[in-house]
């Protein structure tokens, strides 16, 4: 009983928090779909559509170049270079050279500095890149200032503070030999990232890299070139040597393969989809056996048990699964798609669940009081719809399922209850704006039913009882486990999958794990002294 008070104390916290923020927009959530939707998008200027290679700005050397669009209206933002293999071929040679005349010896004090000196200058260009990065991949403006830059700052400022904390240890022997280790950089490091959190995913690589004295090649994803472009302008402004970043735009195909495959390249990088990182896996393998990190897709379950005491609670546990599924218009390779809800609330949490989805606000990325943009892409958004046609002949569909408007790829919030287990909405990844639904009775079996699938990127558990919190703690089969809470994120904490979700961690010191190499050292002392 008192590990119950004391959880529902906490609970009643987090709810207090959550309903001071539903007060303060109270005007928003009485709102429907927004089915006319009126796209007045700002028109925010383009500065950077070169490629950024040892610190200039260079014309692809095959002088192709392709088209950005803006999800929101459809329309052309700009076109951008295009990178091939001969512009990968550049950019190792000049990270090659940068780093083993600059950068791997660089003090790592100053490499502190100049890394605190970007995320301060990053800071000083929040709204314009903030604008830039809506306008490019269609997530609402507010959400990309407040969550998305707040982050990126947190990450390069925590890893700028390992710089000159990254070190070695020395191993006791018998006999007279004197042994230590060294951590030394790995070397010329290709970073691969996605569209949905283009900068920060951009950050989560950079960052622990650089603080381990790597030189990094970024290829951004194709849908989302220009805040990156940006952010590298301003590592240059900051005082980061030429060469340590380089940024390249372009297909994978084209671009990516070239860089994974390079003989130059030491270490690979890679946060997208598990069919792309199985290819990945195996080009590393098939040219120098390369270092590999990928952080990969992800089905993450959410189990809602039925310690509520009140509508008040069950209010909040509805709040957390809304946030987990639909935050970034679901295109969150955490998200929360897959609800396990106790069936002695079942009901009245789908009763919730309609009325919150429905007062849910879709439209303008710059509007201020928009939650959910467009989707990243027609591609994205195709299929999206595709899942939604399976979900509406496999399970029961409680509200949304249609496009919002016939301009710009908006989505309604979709939630389908009385899933199956093997449901194709169930074991798939959808990275949209869907929400799954299934009836448990056993905290037991909600367990079980979490961990039958080939992911296991993230986890959580929403309950009052704190065994039960860590029973299912331990037994979800995740990188991750949230308790009363989803997407919490620090640059501290460790991220990353097991089983197909991914090899190794960003964040934390975890992550700068891998880009690092052990040496050890051993020294024979002859006349040695150890005391007897």
């Not at 301003?234 to 735009?249: C, H, M, T, Y």
């Not at 195909?253 to 896996?281: C, M, N, W, Y």
């Not at 992800?298 to 189990?303: A, D, E, V, Y």
């Not at 390779?333 to 989805?357: G, H, P, Q, W």
Request: proline fraction near 4%; glycine fraction near 8%.
């Amino acid at each position: 009983m008192q590990n119950k008070s004391r959880s529902a104390l906490v609970l009643k916290g987090l709810l207090k928090k959550t309903n001071q923020t539903t007060n303060a927009n109270t005007t928003i959530l009485k709102r429907q779909f927004n089915t006319k939707l009126n796209i007045q998008q700002k028109q925010v200027p383009v500065h950077y559509t070169k490629l950024f290679i040892g610190g200039q700005w260079v014309d692809g050397k095959e002088g192709k170049s392709f088209s950005v669009i803006n999800p929101s209206t459809e329309e052309e933002i700009c076109k951008v270079s295009e990178a091939t293999e001969s512009d990968v071929n550049a950019a190792v040679e000049i990270a090659r050279k940068t780093f083993e005349n600059v950068w791997k010896d660089y003090p790592p004090s100053k490499r502190s500095k100049v890394m605190l000196r970007w995320a301060d200058l990053i800071e000083q260009h929040a709204d314009y890149i903030a604008d830039l990065e809506s306008m490019d991949n269609g997530k609402p403006r507010e959400m990309v200032k407040n969550v998305d830059i707040y982050l990126v700052l947190e990450c390069i400022r925590y890893f700028a503070g390992w710089c000159d904390k990254i070190h070695g240890a020395t191993i006791p022997q018998d006999g007279d030999k004197f042994v230590y280790t060294l951590k030394e950089p790995v070397g010329v490091v290709a970073q691969i990232v996605p569209w949905n959190f283009p900068l920060l995913m951009a950050t989560w690589k950079w960052a622990p890299a650089l603080a381990a004295g790597c030189v990094s090649i970024l290829k951004t994803a194709e849908q989302t070139p220009l805040s990156a472009l940006y952010v590298a302008s301003l590592a240059k402004e900051a005082g980061i040597p030429d060469g340590v970043i380089n940024v390249l735009s372009g297909f994978g195909e084209t671009a990516g393969s070239p860089l994974v495959k390079h003989l130059d390249v030491d270490k690979v990088s890679f946060t997208g989809s598990t069919e792309v990182g199985r290819k990945i896996q195996i080009m590393a393998a098939q040219s120098n056996l390369k270092n590999v990190t990928l952080e990969l897709g992800g089905k993450s379950p959410l189990l809602v048990l039925d310690e509520v005491q009140s509508k008040e609670q069950l209010e909040f546990l509805a709040h957390v699964c809304h946030q987990g599924v639909f935050f970034n218009q679901g295109q969150v390779c955490s998200c929360s798609s897959r609800l396990f809800v106790n069936a002695k609330i079942y009901d009245e949490f789908l009763e919730i669940t309609k009325k919150k989805a429905e007062k849910r606000i879709v439209g303008d990325p710059f509007h201020p009081q928009t939650e959910q943009g467009a989707q990243v892409s027609k591609e994205q958004f195709d299929k999206i719809l595709d899942y939604i046609e399976h979900g509406k002949k496999e399970a029961k569909l409680l509200t949304g399922g249609k496009r919002v408007g016939n301009r710009g790829y908006f989505i309604e919030p979709t939630v389908f209850y009385d899933v199956k287990d093997d449901a194709k909405i169930a074991q798939e990844e959808i990275f949209g704006p869907v929400m799954s639904v299934l009836k448990f009775d056993d905290v037991d079996e909600a367990i079980h039913r979490a961990n039958t699938t080939t992911y296991g990127l993230a986890a959580g558990v929403l309950t009052n009882d704190l065994n039960k919190a860590i029973r299912a703690a331990k037994g979800l089969k995740a990188g991750t486990v949230w308790v009363n809470c989803w997407n919490s994120f620090s640059s501290s904490v460790p991220f990353g999958g097991y089983k197909q979700s991914g090899i190794g961690r960003d964040l934390g010191r975890e992550a700068l794990d891998g880009y690092l190499e052990t040496k050890s050292v051993v020294t024979a002392v002859p006349h040695l002294k150890h005391s007897k």
